[in-house]
């Protein structure tokens, strides 16, 4: 090992983001490196980011997580995808689900493109009767993929994720860190040095008067960007034009029946309320512009659409969307809130954690600290960030309301480039051609376009190589098989009585 190598890696902040980096590099890079995390009992986490998408299971397949024993630890339930509520109009419903494809694509066809022409001809239902965990999840279905069936069912690949308590998941993964023998100090951070000539940093000085050096830091230290903002004024890009919601009150509640398998994020005058269901209680939150309604305002109406007898009162919290200028700046890496933050219509919080470590793994210096590692990983990042920030802006575009003056905001403001062209070619044709390596798949986006109103006014020329009754006969074969194989599966609250029921709390 040379004299640059790296040997000592501080993560300066705990929560979701610091454990989560904890768990993964002492999972990966094992006894040949010392890992430290500085977190203080006094300074509470954001812990909004208790809905995920399924990605989070390969982090925890990494890890080699159980996931009975992980459910049950973080009073966790399981995911299908978002309802959304009042977007497109008011009364308006659809889901977003999980999932490999709508329906079954009929050679080089997407499924979807064959919906269009029987949809437009009255011949076939709400696109959610083609996708397995759309259908699903309204009706309270869930299990996890069937290995006793055909591969070509959709019971063979069933994509799900979680809802979990964050306090609870970072309380997990701290066992598993400390574990594996990463070293945790309770402290502040009252001071950063700088080397003088490098302006890396060199040190961080504790309020109890211990000094912790470090050749590699990891600022998870939240919206406050410690060591990424504070220290080494990196700058930040706000999204704020687009995405214009800036602040968020949270409050969990009593459950009211059984837990649903799905997100439910219903828009209100001023931005969106999102239910989380877990199994001891029911997280919600309103996530709002506080130039159109004030906190009080924002507080009664969350409030005033709790399904059960709040457990205490709402908590606030403020937030700019948008991302660092670079997400590795020096020897200090970004990851988590101090990162950026786009908000958490879609749950891409945790997503971002998990990109932003699995690419640093990726990227991990071998000596010292290339630029050219350094560009790539901010590329990739910043890549990461401005399309999931597009797949968001969506939502609050495509639009049809007016009744109030955030809605008729987000109607007509001016959107980017990217976005115009993916919403203009799907309104042409119905077409779509996912960007390299983003996060959302072809299915998220169409699910969404139409759900909130995005027509299109014609669709792919080979659908007509179909006879209309062969057309008919292929939708309605595929939702008949959707039908039937949510018919065979359990109810959620049965599958988790039977498999991972969490002990009270």
């Known amino acids: 090992m040379s004299e640059d190598a790296i040997r000592t890696i501080v993560i300066v902040g705990g929560g979701t983001a610091g454990w ?34 399924p990605h989070i299971r390969l982090f925890n397949s990494l890890l080699q ?10 009073q966790g339930t399981f995911k299908l995808g978002v309802q959304f509520n009042n977007w497109g109009r008011v009364g308006d419903t659809y889901m977003h689900g999980f999932g490999n494809g709508i329906g079954q694509n009929l050679g080089l066809l997407p499924f979807h493109q064959c919906w269009i022409k029987a949809s437009r001809a009255g011949k076939a239902d709400d696109i959610g009767s083609y996708v397995l965990s759309s259908l699903a999840a309204p009706r309270g279905k869930f299990m996890v993929s069937a290995n006793d069936v055909p591969q070509t069912s ?36 009252a001071r950063v040095a700088l080397d003088p000539e490098s302006g890396h940093v060199e040190a961080i000085d504790l309020d109890n008067g211990e000094t912790i050096r470090g050749d590699l830091f990891i600022d998870c230290s939240g919206f406050r960007g410690l060591l990424i903002e504070e220290a080494l004024k990196t700058g930040y890009v706000a999204f704020n034009h687009w995405l214009p919601c800036d602040r968020a009150l949270a409050v969990p509640c009593e459950n009211v029946g059984p837990p649903t398998p799905y997100t439910r994020a219903t828009a209100r005058e001023a931005g969106w309320q999102w239910r989380i269901p877990l199994q001891h209680r029911t997280g919600n939150g309103y996530v709002y512009s506080s130039a159109h309604i004030s906190d009080d305002e924002a507080a009664a109406t969350l409030l005033k659409h709790l ?20 997400f590795w700046n020096k020897n200090v890496v970004a990851i988590g809130l101090s990162s950026g933050f786009v908000e958490p219509l879609e749950a891409t919080s945790i997503y971002s954690i998990q990109s932003g470590i699995m690419r640093l793994l990726s990227l991990f210096p071998r000596d010292g600290f290339s630029q050219a590692l350094i560009d790539r990983y ?14 968001l802006i969506l939502h609050y575009h495509a639009t049809q309301r007016d009744d109030t003056a955030f809605w008729r905001q987000c109607r007509d403001m001016s959107i980017p480039r990217e976005l115009q062209d993916v919403i203009t070619l799907f309104r042409d044709s119905g077409r779509f051609y996912r960007n390299g390596e983003e996060m959302f798949a072809e299915m998220s986006w169409v699910q969404v376009m139409l759900g909130q109103g995005i027509v299109p006014r014609s669709y792919h020329p080979f659908v007509d190589q179909l006879s209309d009754e062969e057309l008919e006969g292929f939708v309605s074969g595929v939702g008949r098989i959707v039908s039937n194989c949510v018919d065979a599966m359990p109810a959620h609250q049965a599958f988790i009585d039977r498999h991972c029921r969490a002990a009270a709390p």
Do not use: C, W
């Open 307 to 326: 399904d059960g007898r709040a457990l205490d009162d709402p908590r606030p919290l403020r937030f700019v969307t948008g991302r660092r200028k670079q």
């Open 378 to 391: 901010n590329t990739q990042m910043v890549f990461d960030f401005e399309r999931i920030r597009d797949f």
């Open 154 to 189: 959709p019971l063979a690949n069933i994509a799900y994720a979680y809802h979990f308590d964050a306090g609870l998941y970072a309380r997990y993964l701290r066992a598993y860190s400390e574990q594996r023998g990463v070293q945790r100090t309770e402290g502040i951070v």
């Open 65 to 74: 997580i159980d996931e009975t024993d992980f459910v049950r630890k973080t």
């Open 20 to 53: 989560m980096t904890a768990a993964v590099l002492s999972k990966v890079l094992g006894s040949a490196y010392t890992i430290r995390l500085v977190e203080s009992e006094a300074i509470g986490t954001v812990g909004v980011g208790e809905g995920t998408i």
